[in-house]
């Protein structure tokens, strides 16, 4: 996990470039993550999504808190009551325009950018991190964005 972190730096939005698929966000584009602070210092989630199919727009708000230290890019993150799931930011560039972030295994990969594009160069990188990570990186869905809300 990505060590040095400052969450505060995180916050914000962030647009979904490329994921493995995932249920929740199954047939989704226009995807992004905004990222507030809670007042007791968890970190507020707001997902959001759009579906052609259903010509709308889905939401999903949750909690992360960190597992270890606050200076660490390894948390939790909740949509569903005490259910958890991992969000462990590995690779994330020094301006904190780029992130890749992974579950608990190589099943779920996500990579967001503060825009709804990505440079050539830095897609080769994070492609290349996963894949030397064991992800499947020819099974990124490549997210389209051509909506705004």
């Known amino acids: 996990m990505l060590s040095p972190f400052d969450a505060d730096r995180y916050l914000g939005t962030w647009f979904e470039v490329a994921r493995m698929d995932f249920f929740f966000e199954r047939g989704l584009n226009n995807t992004t993550a905004i990222y507030t602070r809670n007042p007791d210092g968890s970190i507020k989630v707001v997902n959001r999504g759009y579906n052609p199919q259903k010509d709308r727009w889905k939401t999903a708000e949750g909690r992360a808190v960190f597992v270890g230290s606050h200076n660490e890019?390894?948390?939790k993150v909740s949509f569903f009551?005490?259910?958890?799931g991992a969000?462990?930011?590995i690779a994330l560039d020094d301006d904190y325009r780029y992130a890749m972030v992974s579950g608990n295994d190589t099943d779920n990969l996500w990579i967001l950018s503060r825009t709804p594009a990505l440079p050539e160069e830095v897609r080769n990188r994070y492609l290349a991190i996963a894949r030397q990570a064991g992800f499947a990186v020819n099974e990124l869905l490549w997210i389209e964005h051509d909506k705004s809300s």
């Open 73 to 75: 890019g390894r948390l």
């Open 87 to 89: 969000y462990n930011i």
């Open 81 to 84: 009551g005490p259910f958890y």
